[in-house]
Nanobody, 115 residues
Framework: QVQLVESGGGLVQAGGSLRLSCAASGRALSIYDMGWYRRAPGKEREFVAAITWRDGSTRYADSVKGRFTISRDNAKNTVFLKLNSLKVEDAAVYYC????????WGQGTQVTVSS
């Protein structure tokens, strides 16, 4: 079983920044991939960013490229998402996931962007 604990959400003005963190824990943890999805009210869940654990390669949704940066701390089994130049449309609940022997999800952290 893998547990994911997210932190870092909050309220920020448009144009501001936040950093989300997601720490994974569990026995014999072997991570292949970690990343983030988000769900805004009334919308489908959408992919935001991901990072491959082995080589650190990253993937981003077109809507966040150039504004968001995903990174990892292998020793701490933690993934980070830096959100810069936030827009009102970035407001959502952000969910972390990890792929190990299965796909696991965090509880979500709220990001609110005021205009």
């Amino acid at each position: 079983q893998v547990q994911l604990v997210e932190s870092g959400g909050g309220l920020v003005q448009a144009g501001g920044s936040l950093r989300l963190s997601c720490a994974a824990s569990g026995r014999a943890l072997s991570i292949y991939d970690m990343g983030w999805y988000r769900r805004a009210p009334g919308k489908e869940r959408e992919f935001v960013a991901a990072i491959t654990w082995r080589d650190g390669s990253t993937r981003y949704a077109d809507s966040v490229k150039g504004r968001f940066t995903i990174s990892r701390d292998n020793a701490k089994n933690t993934v980070f998402l830096k959100l810069n130049s936030l827009k009102v449309e970035d407001a959502a609940v952000y969910y972390c996931y990890a792929v190990t022997t299965g796909r696991y999800w965090g509880q979500g952290t709220q990001v609110t962007v005021s205009s």
